[in-house]
């Protein structure tokens, strides 16, 4: 072996040798100064996932007290207008809401009038809304359900079904009670 190889290879070993050490120094020099900033870092990590969970959970308490607010909001006002709400007030909900439901149905209502009956036996006052609607079937049809399914105390009384040209016409006779010692209104006086 020449000389020369000799140094080439002592050189390359000095020069592993160097590296290895330089390497044990970056070694030591992370270990020391910043592994403690990582480990700070991943516990800061941590405290954020908590507070966003905390927060999280916070959001959807609030949320259910909004709700329950909002529910007892409802149940407030549901109580006035069917124990408070005088006969006037719950007969224009009334009609608004058949309105309503006729609309969705795509009809309209003719004129509305509003006979009653009293029922002394059992100290009550039928008041009906009697009216007149035209369209197809499908819509007819669709306004009964619709009818049927309100959640307001209103019975579907009687349909009478005509042909019209060229539509279908139904007249409605829904009704709902009261009580006679309930302040009285004129038939005629309500409206939406």
């Known amino acids: 072996m020449s000389r020369r190889r000799i140094w080439r290879l002592r050189i390359w070993f000095w020069v592993g040798v160097g ?11 992370y270990r020391g100064v910043y592994a403690g900033r990582f480990e700070a870092l991943e516990d800061e990590i941590a405290d954020v996932r908590n507070l966003r969970t905390r927060a999280t959970q916070e959001v959807a308490r609030r949320e ?8 007892t909001r409802d149940r407030v006002e549901s109580l006035y207008r069917e124990g408070f709400a005088t ?11 058949v309105k309503e439901l006729a609309d969705r149905s795509g009809l309209h209502p003719g004129s509305i009038s509003y006979p009653e009956e009293q029922l002394e036996q059992y100290g009550l006052v039928e008041k009906s809304l009697v009216f007149t609607v035209e369209g197809n079937y499908t819509q007819l049809r669709r306004l009964i359900n619709e009818l049927e399914m309100t959640d307001t105390f209103v019975a579907l009384e009687s349909i ?33």
């Open 19 to 29: 590296l290895c050490v330089i390497n044990a120094g970056l070694l030591s020099t």
């Open 64 to 71: 259910g007290q909004v709700a329950t607010v909002e529910a």
């Open 87 to 97: 006969e006037r007030e719950r007969l224009t909900d009334l009609l608004r809401e």
């Open 160 to 192: 009478s079904l005509s042909e019209a040209t060229p539509n279908l016409r139904i007249d409605l006779r829904l009704s709902t009670l009261f009580s006679v010692g309930e302040p009285r209104a004129s038939g005629q006086e309500v409206g939406a």
